[in-house]
């Protein structure tokens, strides 16, 4: 236990006393928060280019040969109608710069579908708001006769549907319930992409610079890849609570200030919790977690350190292969495509977490995914182990397939006595 103590604080320690490691945890949240006030500072230029838009727009004139659009509703817009022939001279200063824009409704409009808009200059915001405001003026004139503002709202905008669901026979909370699952869905991806590399930049870099051969003389091979994964895992404990300190910071802000708007009525005591889901969440991310850092262990040790950074990009790709069907996923989870990569091993993580917050994933196929991972994990570890000392002495070149065929067929008793007894 000494030596395996040893081996965990060595490498967590190499990590997080590297200056790179803490800039890294820093300059992530930093260049969200910029992007967010940028963001922030973008709407409030924008809403001062909403009221320029407005006074601009009240420049524009109007002319409605057609005698379809409404002289109340021109006058409560803003613009000012003319007479047809006045046509040529305000179509005239347009062209010159002296007027913002004119709208012309033709005598054909109720055959032709047509009207034409005259705007200076070439600000598209401009051409596009007097192009609407032109197409709202015919739209609500027709519908006038319906009666009230409320009927001419309602057949211009709809209704909006409020939809109630129901799961087990009880009204379920809808949106709510994707919040838990959801986070630890992101928790999930966050390790694979910022995590999992560690395990497999110690190996490479001890083979490297031939370091591991003398590690290999004060621990046994378990015992330094049992250390190391153990101290991948204390690394992502640390960024997980520095980055979940960093997000009760904003979510205190945006819950005490204004400069957030947070959705309507939003309640973290009301988010469920459902135990079932909750349970299944987490071990998709502990098995998956495990799996995905003993495939990078494992191509560390089958491969030089230059072709094992190359190949490990594989575990970055293939997780979010998902995402790439992601409304089959969520829409017809017994499609034969979502049935595989939710028990695929290296997908099976992302799917099953995917399909575990939307809820259409059944216990069953839960635990037998869950199995599926897990075992995989096992081999894989127990791989590892077998072909470290082996991986440790070729350093520069990748271990060939007769040496991984005699340690799997020949060492396999071994091997799972090397991966489950301590001492």
């Not at 033709?106 to 405001?133: H, I, K, M």
């Not at 032109?134 to 503002?149: D, M, Q, R, Y």
């Not at 909006?160 to 809808?174: D, R």
């Amino acid at each position: 236990m000494s030596k395996l103590r040893t081996v965990i604080r060595h490498e967590y320690l190499t990590v997080v006393k590297q200056k790179g490691f803490w800039a890294y945890m820093i300059a992530m949240p930093l260049i969200f928060l910029v992007v967010f006030l940028l963001i922030g500072l973008a709407s409030k230029s924008e809403n001062t280019s909403i009221e320029k838009l407005t006074n601009d727009l009240k420049g524009v004139a109007i002319i409605d040969e057609s005698g379809l659009v409404a002289d109340e509703l021109i006058q409560a817009s803003g613009q000012k109608e003319y007479p047809a022939s006045e046509y040529q001279a305000l179509r005239d200063e347009v062209e010159a710069g002296d007027r913002k824009g004119l709208i012309f409704y033709p005598s054909d409009l109720l055959t032709s579908r047509q009207f034409q808009v005259y705007v200076s200059g070439v600000d598209f915001s401009f051409s596009s708001a007097a192009s609407e405001v032109a197409n709202s003026l015919l739209k609500t004139s027709l519908v006038i006769p319906i009666g009230s503002e409320e009927k001419i709202v309602l057949a211009q905008q709809g209704a909006e549907a409020v939809t109630t669901t129901y799961a087990n026979g009880t009204e379920s909370v809808g949106f709510a319930r994707f919040i838990i699952p959801g986070v630890i869905t992101a928790m999930f991806l966050i390790i694979l992409m910022f995590s999992i590399g560690y395990i497999l930049t110690s190996i490479a870099d001890e083979k490297e610079n031939r370091s591991m051969e003398m590690a290999l003389t004060y621990a046994s091979p378990r015992t330094l890849i049992i250390g190391k994964l153990i101290a991948v895992v204390l690394i992502t404990l640390t960024q997980l609570v520095f980055f979940a300190g960093l997000a009760g910071i904003a979510l205190t802000v945006a819950l005490t200030t204004d400069f957030v708007q947070l959705p309507p009525n939003f309640d973290l005591s009301q988010v469920p919790i459902d135990p079932i889901v909750v349970l299944f969440g987490f071990g998709f991310l502990v098995v998956g977690f495990i799996l995905f850092a003993a495939c990078m262990a494992l191509t560390a040790v089958l491969l030089p350190a230059k072709q094992a950074n190359n190949f490990s990009a594989l575990f970055y790709i293939l997780p979010f292969v998902p995402f790439w069907f992601m409304w089959v996923v969520i829409s017809d989870p017994s499609n034969p495509v979502v049935q595989f990569a939710t028990y695929f091993p290296i997908t099976a993580p992302t799917t099953a977490l995917v399909r575990n917050t939307i809820g259409n994933i059944t216990p069953l196929e839960s635990l037998t995914s869950l199995a599926i991972m897990s075992l995989t994990a096992f081999l894989v570890l127990w791989l590892v182990i077998r072909v470290f000392p082996k991986g440790a002495l070729e350093f520069q070149n990748a271990l060939s397939l007769k040496n991984l065929f005699s340690i799997f067929f020949f060492q396999a008793e071994d091997g799972i006595r090397d991966l489950t007894v301590t001492g």
